[in-house]
């Protein structure tokens, strides 16, 4: 198990109802810690379309969840 | 040195482009990104920006340093707003000094087209007929 | 209406700019030519420019006019000065309005471009070492 | 005979000496009417480098010389 703070943008965000939460998952991957977010708060983007990163650099979601790290989800962006 | 940012207000290009003043500099490239009044046949009516902050402006900060490798520029910036924009009010400024003009075009191009397509920035529109829509495109 | 114009005295941009508001702007791209302190190797102190007035005037509007044809364009204009220039000084400027960056961008590369190719203005380098030369590159 | 104006620019006004002239020549063309002015003048620039105009239009090296026309020899431009 580990506890980590989550930060959601845009559309996650409205979908979530908090900019962040502090959540605690038995998630072994960023994926599988992204799916268990999106079954709970129903986010209707898929991973696919989706980036991460941890600690405000570009992870991999193969990465493992880690205690302690904070974590977004980053939807496409649509900036300029 | 920071040559990409975010300003939560307005902001004016005049002190950007003259931080860019450069007695080699030939050319000047520039791009304006503003509120348009309609998108994919739909009137809109104003639009709010959101970043995540700390890894945009990495992210910002990167495509710059990309831009310096593959161009032979002299200088470059990028603002990006964040907040609520009405009609016309300017979102995005790209600036570029060079020798030549071909780096300079090149470079201004190769800025906003990866900030566009990787720096963490989202859009909601506001409609005119009602209501809002995050873009993601 | 005249797109294109000859300036005998240094010009502000920021009029030129406004002259292009639009809510249907999405993009709007410009490009600054100054006069850069070198020149293929050579110090350059400053710069004259010279126009065959009537006939420059007549073919600045039409490179505008042919960017509009061939550019999903809203608005454009070029403005080049004559006579004595410093170094940093602005010889010449174009800025094009459009819904999108691609033809914003592409515009305002064929404006400058043609202008420098076709348009009858002629520039004298005046060089640190002592000096002036007429350029018939 | 046709006696016309010619208007000197650049490299050619300096070698000329003068912005305008009014000349009276025989030369059936514009063409013809370069060259001659070429020997009186100097000029370094040959007739393949230039472009003409007549009354503030390009026109053609083949075109008539006309009487009371204004001419003028075009140097490559170098603005920008």
């Given at each position: 198990m580990a506890r980590v703070t989550v930060l959601y943008f845009a559309s996650l965000r409205d979908a979530a109802g908090v900019a962040s939460e502090s959540v605690q998952s038995d998630a072994g991957t960023l994926r599988g810690f992204y799916a268990q977010l999106r079954e709970r708060?129903?986010?209707?983007?898929?991973?696919?379309?989706l980036r991460v990163a941890v600690g405000g650099a570009f992870a991999s979601w193969d990465d493992a969840l880690r205690e302690g790290s904070e974590i977004a989800f980053i939807p496409p962006v649509s900036g300029g | 040195m920071s040559r990409f940012s975010l300003s939560p207000k307005p902001f004016g290009i005049a002190p950007l482009r003259h931080a860019l003043?450069?007695?080699?500099?030939g050319a000047f490239a520039a791009f304006e990104g503003r509120v348009r009044n309609h998108n994919e046949g739909r009137a809109v009516d104003g639009l709010h920006y959101e970043a995540y902050a700390a890894l945009a402006e990495a992210e910002g900060e990167r495509v710059l340093a990309e831009a310096f490798e593959r161009f032979d520029i002299l200088d470059a910036r990028c603002v990006h707003r964040t907040g609520d924009l009405a009609i016309g009010e300017l979102a995005v400024w790209v600036g570029v000094t060079a020798a030549h003009r071909d780096a300079a075009f090149a470079a201004c191009r190769y800025v906003i087209d990866e900030v566009k397509a990787r720096v963490p920035i989202w859009k909601r529109e506001r409609y005119a007929e009602g209501g809002e829509d995050w873009q993601h495109p």
């Open positions: 708060h129903g986010f209707a983007l898929p991973v696919e379309r | 003043d450069d007695g080699r500099a």
